[in-house]
Structure formats: C-alpha cells, structure tokens
C-alpha cells in the first residue's frame, strides 16, 4: 500500500514539474526589425516584400545542380521536386 502511495505522489511531482518544462529555457531580446515592411509585410497577415521577389533564371545553376544531385546520390533514386 505504501509503494502505491509513493509511486502516485512521485508521478504527481513528476507531471507538476514537468508543465514548467522549458519556461525559462528563453531569450528576451527586442526585435531590431519590428514594424520592417520588407521583412514582415504590411500586416500580420500579409507576405512579406522580401518573398514576393522573382529572380531570372540561370540554366548553368540547374546543370550544376544535376551535377551535384548526381555526385550525392549516385545509383540511388532521387525526387527532382516541382
């Protein structure tokens, strides 16, 4: 009877503790680019100018690309992706 009592008081301090898990495992800094447009976009709920930009694109880098896909995973099949 004693055992049960012990290992239920044990798991009890066991889930107590663990719901603070983490609490001060965290960096309290200020954010340097709070309200930054580019960044975070006009609104919370809004893409960020940095993502709405399109770049050209440059065949060489696909060629070498495929190069390194073939150094890395030769033999083995791999997704090429969109």
């Known amino acids: 009877m004693k055992l049960t009592n012990l290992l239920s008081l ?4 066991a889930v107590a503790t663990s719901c603070n898990y983490q ?13 930054d ?3 975070y976009g006009v609104h919370p709920d809004s893409a ?3 993502s709405q930009l399109k770049y ?3 065949p060489e880098l ?4 495929n190069a390194i896909r073939e150094k890395l995973f030769k ?3 791999i997704n090429q992706g969109n």
């Open 10 to 13: 044990v798991a009890i301090l």
């Open 23 to 35: 609490k001060n495992n965290t960096i309290k800094q200020k954010d340097v680019r709070k309200g």
């Open 37 to 39: 447009e580019y960044v």
């Open 48 to 50: 960020a100018v940095q």
């Open 56 to 58: 050209d694109a440059k």
């Open 62 to 65: 696909e060629v070498k690309a």
């Open 75 to 77: 033999g083995k099949a």
